[in-house]
Structures are given as structure tokens and as C-alpha cells.
């Protein structure tokens, strides 16, 4: 009981026998799932729901059918015209894709759904979007191979590296050079995987449908006042009682507080307000899914012994796994005995840093249920709104209407087990770096554990941070001085007509050690904040003449030596109010139970938040701890985190925020595909 149940007392087995409650965790009930217990996640709407739902699912699709209907006419014109003839005597090939095969766009790497250009010598595809945007001359598919943004070894300002692909004059599209995946010899022809009539078709049936079956509402279309949230916003209620969680503090914005109702208070009506929001292209969270469950223990033994398989006929041998090391992002053999044990007791190397492990994306096999078929169950019972989740029966779920015998995207359920702590240590924090997923995705917070530093541990980490910080700082100061004329065009393109007295205080109470300090420091005095005078008369100094005047250059002697004087000391602990010692405050928000922190963008933030991570690039570091040298795709490549200070950056310079919040235990977050999002684990998960 101690070791396999340490959250249950003896009264609770008596009470609650975890056999009799379908609940038990022995390798037997783990690894073979009764028959009733599966019939427990078993989701079947009603005939009339079918309809109801279905006839929604037309309607929201039908901008995108009709899109994609305009754009295979557009390109069948482009192509009559090549070919010199009608419309209707277009000639195309068709072209060859078994069922087990996904075709996607070799330029940006998205699926190809029916029509596209191929070359007929190397079997480059390209994708109709891509097609458009070659011809307007602004591609944006696969950055890397048309345009990269890269740091000079001699620390030169960046160059832009364009590669020459372009269309014809008469908008035909030649096959790119071997630099960018293709061949440079043949030219793109206009092919098909449908029948030539499929896609007007599926229109015409589709309109002929809603014609005689009427949408009860489009979300989309409803005006604000529609949901409660909004009266309760306005009339500064208390919004934690009314299932609402404020994550942002953007002017004039109806979208600062997301929609978070309490997993067993959903009710079936509850479904249109979900809509409402999720049609608004905002996150959604769902607090306390663990209640809805039925009550599998996802503590770090059971799942050891859940993974433990030996090698047989139908399992491989997973004893060893390949866990992602947050502090160069390398991959590291570990056992997995060792990789829980380290959960609860912590990893530390010879410099008191802690080895923060991650797991991504575990069992190794795109079928979780046959890796961990009771896990499985268990998650899927947890899913709210499983209307859209529920990976088999979830009836507004796109990739369950796809035939079964298509090749259908892996929508998991996969796991994620990290180690975290509070601090922003500022090297090999355990984040997801900032990214965009293709589809919509639901996560939720199984299980949290807390490892306890010891008061010499928590010494040495502080020490760390503060030399980490440090070192930032001495470099960006180096690169300043070695390039101020980059420099200067950095900070001239920083300036923003932002009315000053509408920005936070703490827009102006920057740490000295922060990047943007540095470069102004490096260049001149200009525009000090000296000649303000406090409310009360007095004036004192800035941050910016402190800093220049004698942090900054503290810092990097300090640095050079290896140690921190007493003063610095002093400074440094007075710094730390963002990151406390026992991690009860992080990064502005009360941690309490929470175990991860999300930052979630607005799809319509995304080209200023990456306009904002190509001016400031080589501020971050990745592979290695080191600096990043150049942006392919600032979203896509995934190597930028942005900590406290550059998200205060990214308001003051761009006016953008993200939704930022902390995520509980039992806390199921909605993730939106299209918006750029990171999280940083707080604790063990």
C-alpha cells in the first residue's frame, strides 16, 4: 500500500478497494484492460446529435471549401493559359499516392489534399499556397532553403541569404536547385489525387445540404454580449467564481480573461460557450479533469512499472530511454528506473546546477493504448468537451471523419514527463521552446511533484543566475562595442510613439542587467530618465545611469573573476523577487499547486512577435547553451524561449502579450493550432 498507493490510508482500502474500483495498478490490470472498464470511455451521441453536429461541421467548413475551390480554378486558369487552352480542356495528370502515404508540399511541409505541381524528373511537390506566394514573390514556405537570417563569425551585422527561385514571365514554375530539395532542370506540371470534379462536387452537395438544413448559430458571427463572460468583465465581478481566469492586460481588449469552468460543473448546454471561444481563436481551461476520472494512479512507480516490459513477441525491451537534457539540448541514454527516481529526488551535476530531463512524446510508438492501454482509458475518461477530443467517438472531431482507410495524422494521446523548478535559472531551463502545432491539442496536468533543495543547493543555484546573468550581459556589452553601428540601427528600430503615460510602471523599471539596457548603455546617454522628477519633487537616478555608471561593469569584472563582490551580492538578492527561494511567487504569478507556465499568442500577434525575434535573435541560446547564430523560421525552429524581461520587450516595442497563466495539477489547457505558445515547468510532471 505504501509503495504503489502512497496517497491512500488503510480506512480508504477499506472503503475504496482499488480492485473493486476498477482502479488497480498490479502488471496484471495495467497491461489488459477489462472489458468494462473500456466501456466506460464509450461516447456516443444521439441520432439527433449527429445531425445537429454534423450540419455545424458543414457550415463551418464551407469557407474552406469554398477556398479551395476558388484556388484549384485559379490555378486551372494559370494552366489553360500555359497549355493554350479552354478552361474545360485543360489536361492533367493524375497523379500516384498509395493509401499508407501522406503527400505534403516539399517547400513548406504541409499536407497536399488534391491538387498541386510536380516535377516529373525528381517528384518535387509543391503546394498551391506556395505557388502563389512564389509568383508574388514572397515565399514563405521553408525559410531555410529561400531565405536564412545569420550571425558573421567576425561579428559583422546579419546577412539575409537568398536563394534564386522564381517563377517565369509566363507564371510557370521551374523545379527549385538541389540547394532547396529539388533537381533545377524540369518544370512543375498542374496534377491531381482526386477526381477532376471531386472538389465542385463535395461543394455543390454541401450547399444543396445547409439549403434545406439550417445552423442553428455560428459562433463566429455572435457578438460579445452574447457571452456572460463579458458582463461579468465589465462589471469587475469576481471572476475565478464565474469560471473565467485572467492571463493577459491588453488596452482595449475584450480577450483578456479565458473561459476555465470546473471539469464536473460542465454541462451539456456548456458546449456553445466552449464554441464561442474556441471559435475566437482563444485557449480554453478546464480545472480539475483529475475528478472525472476514474481514479488510475499516475505516480512515478506505477508508471515505471507500467513502462517495465520485458522483451517479448509484441513489446520491445523498454528498460532504456532517450531523454532531451534542457541544459545544452542533446539527448542523453537513461534507464528508466533511474530516470523516476530522479523525479522525486532531483539530479544535480558537480556545480550544484540541477540536470532538468525531459521526455517527449513517450512510449516511442504512435499508438499510446498499446504501450499503456490503461493509462489510455484513463486519459480519454479525463477529456472535457469530448465532443471534439475523444479520439474515436468525438463526433465534431475532424480526424474521425476520416475514412479508415486513409493515412490519418498520429493525434496521440502521447505523454511529456519533465523535471522543473521555479527559478528562471537562465541556462537549461526545462521549457518547451516557442512553436506552433499544426492541429489543435488538449493538455492536461497528470501528475506534479515537488523535489525539496536543500539551503546549500538553493545557494548555488542563485550564485548561478546571477553568474549567468552576468555572462549575458558581458557578451551583449562585447557585441556592442564591436559593432555600434548594428547597434545603433537596433536601437533606432526599438524606438515606438507609445503614450508614456499609459505604460505599466513596470515598463520602466527595467533590470540593469537586461540585454536592452546594455545596448543603450554601449552607445550614449541619450534621453535619461534623470531629468523626470518623482511625484514628490525628488529626483534619483535611473536605471540607466546606474547601470552605465557602474553595474554594468561590475558585473563583467566580476564575471572575469569568478566571484561576486558583497555589493553585487547584496544587489543580486534584491533581484531575485521574481524567482524566490521557495518558488511560491514565479515569474508575477502565485505558484501555489501550479506545475507549468504557459504562454499562449493570438494568432494575429504572430508577424510582430516574429519581426520581434529577427531584431533580437542573438539574445538567446540553444544547442550547447550557446547563442543562437541565425533565425530560419522564428517560430518553427524552435530555439527561443522568452523569459520575463524579453515579453516586457515585446509589449513595449511591438504592443503585444501573450495569454500567460499558470497551469494545475488536473488542469486541461486548449491549445488552438495557430498560435505560437511556450511552457516552462515549475515542478516535476
Request: one cysteine or more; glycine letters at 4%.
Amino acid at each position: 500500500m505504501t509503495t504503489w498507493y502512497p496517497n491512500m490510508t488503510e480506512q480508504m482500502f477499506a472503503d475504496r478497494c482499488p480492485v473493486c474500483q476498477d482502479n488497480c495498478n498490479c502488471k496484471a490490470c495495467l497491461r489488459d484492460v477489462h472489458p468494462k472498464v473500456k466501456e466506460k470511455i464509450n461516447f456516443t451521441p444521439t441520432p439527433d446529435q449527429k445531425i445537429q453536429y454534423s450540419i455545424y461541421t458543414l457550415h463551418v467548413l464551407l469557407p474552406f471549401l469554398n477556398r479551395l475551390n476558388e484556388d484549384y480554378i485559379k490555378e486551372k486558369l494559370i494552366e489553360s493559359e500555359i497549355q493554350g487552352s479552354t478552361l474545360s480542356d485543360v489536361q492533367l495528370t493524375r497523379a500516384a499516392c498509395s493509401l499508407d502515404e501522406r503527400m505534403y508540399c516539399d517547400c513548406c511541409k504541409t499536407s497536399i489534399f488534391d491538387l498541386h505541381r510536380n516535377c516529373p524528373s525528381c517528384h518535387y511537390d509543391l503546394c498551391l499556397q506556395c505557388c502563389v506566394e512564389l509568383r508574388n514573390g514572397n515565399p514563405q514556405g521553408n525559410k531555410d532553403a529561400v531565405e536564412c537570417i545569420v550571425q558573421k563569425e567576425n561579428g559583422e551585422p546579419k546577412e539575409v541569404i537568398d536563394h534564386d527561385w522564381k517563377s517565369l514571365e509566363d507564371r510557370r514554375i521551374p523545379c527549385p536547385p538541389e540547394s532547396m530539395g529539388g533537381c533545377g532542370r524540369g518544370i512543375l506540371q498542374l496534377v491531381h489525387l482526386k477526381p477532376l470534379e471531386w472538389v465542385p462536387n463535395l461543394l455543390e452537395n454541401t450547399l444543396k445540404l445547409l439549403k434545406h438544413h439550417k445552423v442553428e448559430e455560428d459562433m463566429r458571427d455572435m457578438r460579445v454580449e452574447w457571452c456572460t463572460c463579458s458582463d461579468i468583465v465589465k462589471n469587475n465581478s469576481d471572476a475565478d467564481n464565474y469560471q473565467l481566469r485572467k492571463a493577459a492586460s491588453r488596452e482595449n481588449s475584450n480577450d483578456n480573461y479565458l473561459y476555465c469552468p470546473r471539469a464536473v460543473d460542465i454541462l451539456p448546454g456548456d458546449l456553445k460557450h466552449f464554441q464561442w471561444h474556441w471559435s475566437k481563436g482563444q485557449p480554453v481551461i478546464v480545472s480539475n479533469a483529475l475528478e472525472t476520472t476514474l481514479g488510475l494512479s499516475w505516480e512515478p512507480m506505477v508508471m515505471w512499472r507500467a513502462f517495465r516490459q520485458m522483451k517479448s513477441a509484441k513489446h520491445d525491451r523498454l528498460l532504456d530511454v532517450a531523454a532531451l537534457s534542457c541544459l545544452n539540448w542533446c539527448e542523453v541514454d537513461v534507464n528508466v528506473h533511474q530516470f523516476f527516481k530522479w523525479y522525486t529526488e532531483g539530479l544535480y551535476d558537480d556545480e550544484g546546477r540541477p540536470q532538468l530531463l525531459k521526455l517527449k512524446d513517450w512510449p516511442p510508438s504512435s499508438l499510446f493504448e498499446e504501450r499503456l492501454p490503461r493509462h489510455g482509458v484513463e486519459f480519454i475518461s479525463r477529456l472535457p468537451f469530448k465532443e471534439y477530443t475523444h479520439p474515436r467517438d468525438g463526433y465534431l472531431n475532424l480526424a474521425v471523419k476520416l475514412p479508415k482507410q486513409s493515412l490519418k495524422p498520429d493525434m496521440g494521446p502521447k505523454t511529456y514527463i519533465a523535471y522543473g523548478v521555479p527559478q528562471q535559472l537562465g541556462r537549461g531551463d526545462s521549457v518547451t521552446k516557442l512553436h506552433c502545432d499544426m492541429s489543435d491539442a488538449v493538455n492536461v496536468l497528470t501528475h506534479t511533484a515537488t523535489v525539496k533543495h536543500s539551503s546549500e543547493q538553493l545557494r548555488k543555484i542563485k550564485k548561478l543566475i546571477r553568474e549567468y546573468k552576468a555572462e549575458d550581459q558581458q557578451e551583449l556589452f562585447r557585441h556592442n562595442v564591436e559593432n555600434p553601428k548594428d547597434n545603433a540601427e537596433v536601437k533606432r528600430s526599438g524606438d515606438m510613439d507609445v503614450d508614456e503615460t499609459k505604460k505599466p510602471k513596470s515598463w520602466n523599471q527595467t533590470d540593469p542587467t537586461t540585454s536592452n539596457q546594455v545596448n543603450e548603455n554601449a552607445l550614449e546617454n541619450e534621453g535619461c530618465e534623470c531629468k523626470d522628477a518623482d511625484n514628490d519633487g525628488k529626483r534619483s537616478q535611473c536605471n540607466r545611469c546606474i547601470s552605465q555608471n557602474g553595474n554594468a561593469e561590475n558585473k563583467i569584472k566580476s564575471s572575469k573573476k569568478g566571484k561576486v563582490d558583497g555589493n553585487d551580492e547584496e544587489k543580486e538578492s534584491s533581484d531575485d523577487n521574481e524567482d524566490d527561494d521557495t518558488g511560491t511567487c514565479v515569474d508575477g504569478f502565485d505558484l501555489g499547486e501550479g506545475g507549468a507556465l504557459w504562454d499562449i499568442f493570438r494568432r494575429e500577434d504572430t508577424p510582430r512577435l516574429e519581426e520581434y525575434l529577427k531584431k533580437h535573435f542573438r539574445e538567446f541560446r540553444h544547442i550547447l547553451c550557446e547563442p543562437v547564430q541565425q533565425v530560419i523560421h522564428p517560430i518553427h525552429d524552435q530555439t527561443f524561449y522568452l523569459t520575463v524581461e524579453h515579453k516586457r520587450r515585446l509589449r513595449e516595442e511591438f504592443g503585444i502579450e501573450p495569454w500567460t497563466f499558470v497551469q494545475k495539477l488536473g488542469d486541461a489547457v486548449f491549445i488552438p493550432a495557430g498560435c505560437a505558445h511556450q511552457v516552462r515547468n515549475l515542478k516535476v510532471f
